[in-house]
């Protein structure tokens, strides 16, 4: 069942988006943050009542979120996509190929002159972004600049195809990284592993950008996955880690758009 939350907790703020383009963005959201777990049953009647709208709007959001694998609907409604030990590692098989496409890409198009000192100084920010945050241990802001730079480097590759597929894939697994980031030892490797990642884009090195990507994916795949029990039912129990992902759905900055630029 949806958990209780304060009355109007997701209500909408005015702006020009439809009702529609609304409740999908808030939904998609405290789903990708863990505010609603795997399992939760979704119905319109409690959901029109915190978003503050119709049925309408909050139908099509379920739908759009069912599309990108977010939601299934069974006999019992509608429900947050609960995965399997098997999926999540088919889903980070995915994300590792593309996440290496996307690096190859990105070293071939500074090797090409079509990356500007610019977009180099932005993502070596993120990653300064993201050291800050491991040293000051907040988790928070470490998922939010860990993600921001493996959606410039995306952005960077210029494909915006391997863009969306990353972006569908980086929704249904987030809370895997939020569970790694709170290891200190992780969080530390990580930086390690992005600074290698960035100076092979930044010479251009198409082989040595997809290596590293393809590695640093598949190694938090290996570190998430040793903390899944196998169940019976194939279920993917987590630590909801409530105030981590409190922070994030209260910040607002976790939902997964693509880059400006």
């Not at 863990?34 to 959901?47: F, K, N, S, V």
């Not at 069912?66 to 999540?88: D, N, W």
């Not at 000051?136 to 993600?147: C, D, G, K």
């Amino acid at each position: 069942m949806v958990s209780d939350h304060q009355a109007g907790a997701l209500r909408l703020q005015p702006g020009s988006e439809t009702n529609s383009d609304h409740a999908y963005a808030m939904l998609r959201r405290a789903i990708v943050v863990g505010r609603y777990r795997p399992g939760d049953r979704l119905t319109e009647i409690a959901l029109t009542v915190e978003l503050g709208m119709s049925r309408t709007p909050v139908r099509e959001a379920i739908r759009r979120l069912q599309a990108e694998g977010l939601i299934v609907i069974g006999h019992r409604g509608a429900l947050v996509r609960r995965l399997s030990v098997l999926e999540v590692s088919s889903l980070y098989q995915v994300r590792a190929a593309l996440e290496a496409l996307t690096a190859e890409l990105a070293a071939r198009a500074q090797r090409e002159g079509r990356v500007s000192a610019r977009d180099m100084r932005e993502l070596v920010d993120r990653q300064l972004l993201f050291e800050q945050a491991v040293r000051e241990r907040s988790v928070t802001r470490m998922v939010q600049a860990n993600l921001a730079i493996h959606q410039y480097i995306a952005r960077l590759a210029g494909n915006p195809f391997a863009q969306d597929l990353l972006r569908r894939v980086w929704d249904i697994i987030a809370l895997s990284s939020i569970h790694n980031l709170q290891d200190d030892t992780w969080a530390r490797k990580v930086i390690t592993q992005h600074r290698r990642l960035i100076r092979a884009v930044r010479a251009g090195d198409t082989r040595q950008a997809a290596a590293v990507a393809r590695s640093h994916v598949l190694e938090a795949a290996t570190i998430y996955m040793a903390r899944l029990p196998t169940t019976g039912e194939g279920e993917e129990p987590v630590d909801t880690g409530a105030p981590v992902f409190n922070a994030l759905l209260g910040s607002g900055r976790l939902i997964l758009k693509r880059p400006r630029g």
